[in-house]
């Protein structure tokens, strides 16, 4: 079997039985405490919500925990952490180009407002 | 068989000097992926953007409208005992789905250690959370239409309201349930013994490797993922 060796960069090297086996290979407590976390911050987004926390520090919080899990689950679960920068920019720059088109769609909807309630008596 | 001599072994330059390393070594870019792996990343990516498109678009309405936004905290309050708890059934939704992703990277796990018998079961598993995710979102649709939300109108406010519901948790429903017909093709693969014997597959007559759980991982954690983005931008804002 050909298809990659071993992807494991400084997590402990498989004995030699099965190194044929490419793939990523992290002890399960990773995963267990990751879990946790993801957990954790989920139940953080909900109180934020179930407290009727509002205005900026509402929005903080909630895009905080948000990008927080996110970052769990690419990085762990899906093993972006052991990637090679190649793949990882490849991947994760792109969707960073979309601040470019919220920001666009922004100041559109700020005009269709504007004109809504200039001329559409706010309809 | 090249390949073999290309992962691995080695030592390859770091940081943007290996970025450029690898994207000019005429050979495959992504040095640490296989093309399976890398082609479920392009592809997770493409799907990234179908999936901003909706969350942009929402925004856009939700932005532009003068009529107040429902209020979600209040739609998708339950009452349980005689209290209204409010969202309560999307976070044990976000619960069911973060608990999926958990088994499902320990499947990926096991599946590198080649235990069959785990893996199957933790994917079997996971696909069970999907499914209750997938049976929580249908009975949470039945209970929105009931009270009479429809894409063009609801009676709580701005009509883009029910429209962006609609399309956005029922692309992320279909996407979920996709992942759990893919979870339980590849667990009976995995109990049949597939990736042992290396099994070529029916459709594309490829050797069966456990790298297949790992893929499927990939496609399951993103899903998790957009639901991340969803509960933060939809239901809490």
Redesign the interface.
Known sequence: MAHAAPLDEGHGHQPAATAHVEGQQHPIRLYLVVWGWLFVLSACSYLVDYFGLQGLLRWSLILLFMMLKAGLIVAVFMHMAWERLALIYAILVPPAVLLVFVAIMVFESDYTVLTRVLFLGGQ | ????H????ID?P???R??SA??SSDQR??????WGK?MM??F??SD??VF?CFL?SY??VR????VPWPNP?EVFALNLGGKDI??ILI?IM??VL??S??T???A??Y????DRVKTAVLMLVTAAFGATFVGMQAFEWTKLIREGVRPWVNPWGAPQFGSSFFMITGFHGTHVTIGVIFLLIMARKVLRGDFDT?RRGFFTSR?G???IV?IT??YW??V??VW??I???F???
């Open positions: 068989m090249a390949e073999t290309i992962a691995g072994s390859r770091k940081g943007w290996g970025v690898d994207w870019a992504f040095k640490s992926a296989s890398a990343w392009i997770l990516l990234t953007f901003s942009l925004m856009t932005m532009s409208t003068t905290s409010p969202l976070a976000t619960f973060i608990s992703s958990g499902m990277a320990m990926v796990n599946g590198y250690r080649r290396e050797r490797r456990y790298e790992e991982g990939l954690h993103f998790d993922l991340v983005f509960f933060a931008l239901y809490l804002w």
